[in-house]
């Protein structure tokens, strides 16, 4: 069964673009959660999908959004990206919601200049 | 507040060497605790979890983890390291129902002599 796969690997933006970011859970999984990880801020939660609806979100500012697809396929985006926003964002799928085993993906490494 | 402390930026040990990681949490109720490992430019690899039952829980890779309720503890340990077991740990809780968000510990970075 193949794991979590997120696309783009990596990407550069400029200050106040926006970004789009792509994960594909395990084949089954319902449940998409992303978590953003910093060499400063360590890994922290941003926001958990299931049956594409929003049920919990991290502490990040309105500029980070998401949406889950009835495939269950996951979406992020960041508007007006800032040069803090720079990180490895990775997606975690799980089979379903609430205290389950999430299984990650290799991220995505955004570089915003 | 809940919290994960990984006391332990930075480990070295020598190949063949135990190696015992630590991790103390803080959390209102009973949490489910994992141990992940994670590669350079690599995600995260679950190593190990605990839900509940037997507090001596088997991994991959001849990981094993001890939950102790009353340290809120639940440390990493494996007797014998291998030089591809270099890599950074991070320990993590949930909760035990309702969301998938996990907190996680700021990592212990472990490197092998050989």
């Known amino acids: 069964k193949a794991g979590v796969t997120q696309t783009p690997r990596y990407l550069i933006k400029t200050r106040g673009q926006q970004v789009t970011l792509s994960c594909s859970p395990i084949s089954g999984h319902r449940s998409v959660s992303w978590y953003q990880q910093t060499p400063g801020q360590g890994l922290q939660f941003l926001f958990e999908?299931?049956?594409?609806?929003?049920?919990n979100k991290g502490n990040f500012p309105g500029r980070f959004s998401g949406r889950q697809f009835s495939n269950s396929r996951s979406e992020m985006n960041v508007s007006t990206l800032e040069l803090g926003d720079s990180a490895l964002y990775l997606c975690?799928?799980?089979?379903?919601?609430?205290?389950?085993?999430?299984?990650f993906g290799p991220g995505t490494r955004l570089t915003v200049l | 507040a809940q919290s994960v402390t990984q006391p332990d930026i930075h480990i070295t040990v020598s190949e063949g060497a135990s190696l015992e990681l630590r991790c103390n949490y803080s959390?209102?109720?009973?949490?489910?605790l994992f141990w992940y490992v994670q590669s350079p430019g690599q995600g995260l690899q679950l190593l190990l979890k605990y839900f509940s039952g037997d507090t001596l829980v088997q991994g991959i890779k001849g990981f094993e983890a001890e939950f102790k309720r009353s340290q809120s503890s639940f440390n990493l340990r494996k007797p014998s390291v291998h030089w591809s077991d270099a890599a950074e740990y991070f320990c993590a809780v949930g909760p035990s129902g309702g969301y998938n968000k996990l907190i996680f510990g700021a990592g212990t970075r472990l490197a092998v002599h050989p």
């Open positions: 959390y209102g109720a009973t949490p489910y």
């Open positions: 999908y299931f049956s594409e609806t929003q049920r």
């Open positions: 975690a799928s799980s089979l379903e919601a609430g205290g389950s085993e999430q299984f």
